[in-house]
């Protein structure tokens, strides 16, 4: 019990570390002590760990005066990430940095990815380090991967559903705990998820997030939502409405706050973003995913 409570504070102690320099920018050991409250030798040991891996990288930071400088810790750029997106038409290949930073991207034809690889590959990651790769799929049809990474040649690290790629991609920029997010495509199609401390919540089969399903049992999406709300007692309801959703988004806004009051959490309505939400989410999914792997 006490080896695995000490790997778990190892563990939060290089997350802590890589997520305050990936939010941060470029940090030296002692400003990252003071930004994490860890101190300077667990730091220094997570940064050793970060570096073996090559998620970060250190460079002595040029400074007008004379005396030892420091070194500075930075995200590699060098190590990439491919995102499959199979949940649009066209499909997309994304690479994306450590820095969620778009490398390069490209349309491709899902029926002959090899082709894809060798001309989209050879130029961009040739001295790159590919970290991992990641699947996004149309929601509740994640057979399609398996039909794709067939003809891929290799299983990827992690299979998304579009709509919990977009809410993780929105959580980011959230300063809550936990969120409740809605996605009104049109007056026939919603979707959603709930993000947690980053991280999307889908229960042991997966089920959490099917906001479809809770909809038949209770009958509405308004209760459906309250429901959850009242469950988890989230910070923030993030309703997103796409052509001919507005109405039922703010419908949706107004029966949330009759029935949980506007007190309780935080409820913004907006219009779908035109954008990279998709490989973003997926992309940082993946990221967080390979940090806590890191050995």
Same mark, same amino acid.
């Given at each position: 019990?006490?080896? /695995?409570? %000490?790997?778990?504070? *190892?563990?939060?102690?290089?997350? =802590?570390?890589?997520?305050?320099?990936?939010?941060?920018?470029?940090?030296? *050991?002692?400003?990252?002590?003071?930004?994490?409250? @860890?101190?300077?030798?667990?730091? !220094?040991? =997570?940064?050793? /760990?970060?570096?073996?891996? %090559?998620?970060?990288?250190?460079?002595?930071?040029?400074?007008?005066?004379?005396?030892?400088? =420091?070194?500075?810790?930075? /995200? &590699?750029?060098?190590?990439?990430?491919?995102?499959?997106?199979?949940?649009? +038409?066209?499909?997309?290949?994304?690479?994306?940095?450590?820095? @969620?930073?778009?490398?390069?991207?490209?349309?491709?034809?899902?029926?002959?990815?090899?082709?894809?690889?060798?001309?989209?590959?050879?130029?961009?990651? #040739?001295? *790159?380090?590919?970290?991992?790769?990641?699947?996004?799929?149309?929601?509740?049809?994640?057979?399609?991967?398996?039909?794709?990474?067939?003809?891929?040649?290799?299983?990827?690290?992690?299979?998304?559903?579009?709509?919990?790629?977009?809410?993780?991609?929105?959580?980011? #920029?959230?300063?809550?705990?936990?969120?409740?997010?809605?996605?009104?495509?049109?007056?026939?199609?919603?979707?959603?998820?709930?993000?947690?401390?980053? *991280?999307?919540? $889908?229960? $042991?089969?997966?089920?959490?997030?099917?906001?479809?399903? /809770?909809?038949?049992? %209770?009958?509405?999406?308004?209760? =459906?939502? +309250?429901?959850?709300?009242?469950?988890?007692?989230?910070?923030?309801?993030?309703?997103?409405? !796409?052509?001919?959703?507005?109405? &039922?988004?703010?419908?949706?806004?107004?029966?949330?706050?009759?029935?949980?009051?506007?007190?309780?959490?935080?409820?913004?309505?907006?219009?779908?973003?035109?954008? #990279?939400?998709?490989?973003? !989410?997926?992309?940082?999914?993946?990221?967080?995913?390979?940090?806590?792997? @890191?050995?």
């Amino acid at each position: 019990m006490e080896r /695995l409570k %000490l790997e778990s504070i *190892r563990r939060e102690s290089i997350e =802590s570390t890589f997520n305050v320099i990936a939010k941060r920018g470029d940090l030296t *050991r002692a400003e990252l002590a003071k930004a994490t409250g @860890l101190s300077l030798m667990t730091i !220094g040991k =997570s940064v050793e /760990l970060l570096e073996r891996n %090559l998620a970060l990288m250190s460079y002595k930071k040029p400074t007008g005066s004379p005396g030892r400088k =420091s070194a500075v810790c930075s /995200l &590699n750029k060098n190590c990439v990430m491919l995102i499959y997106d199979l949940s649009a +038409a066209p499909n997309r290949l994304y690479i994306r940095d450590l820095t @969620l930073g778009g490398v390069a991207e490209y349309d491709f034809d899902p029926e002959n990815p090899i082709e894809t690889e060798m001309t989209a590959f050879v130029e961009y990651l #040739s001295e *790159r380090n590919v970290i991992g790769t990641a699947c996004v799929v149309p929601d509740n049809n994640g057979d399609i991967a398996s039909g794709f990474t067939d003809k891929l040649g290799r299983l990827p690290e992690l299979v998304v559903s579009r709509t919990a790629a977009r809410a993780i991609a929105h959580d980011s #920029s959230n300063e809550v705990e936990t969120g409740v997010y809605i996605f009104i495509e049109n007056e026939s199609k919603t979707d959603g998820a709930i993000v947690r401390n980053g *991280r999307i919540i $889908d229960g $042991d089969h997966g089920d959490a997030v099917r906001v479809d399903h /809770l909809t038949e049992l %209770l009958g509405s999406l308004d209760v =459906s939502v +309250a429901a959850i709300s009242m469950v988890i007692d989230p910070g923030l309801i993030h309703i997103e409405f !796409g052509a001919g959703g507005r109405q &039922n988004a703010d419908r949706l806004r107004d029966n949330l706050t009759r029935l949980i009051g506007k007190s309780k959490c935080e409820i913004v309505v907006c219009a779908i973003p035109s954008g #990279s939400e998709v490989p973003e !989410g997926a992309a940082r999914m993946l990221r967080d995913q390979w940090i806590r792997g @890191l050995k």
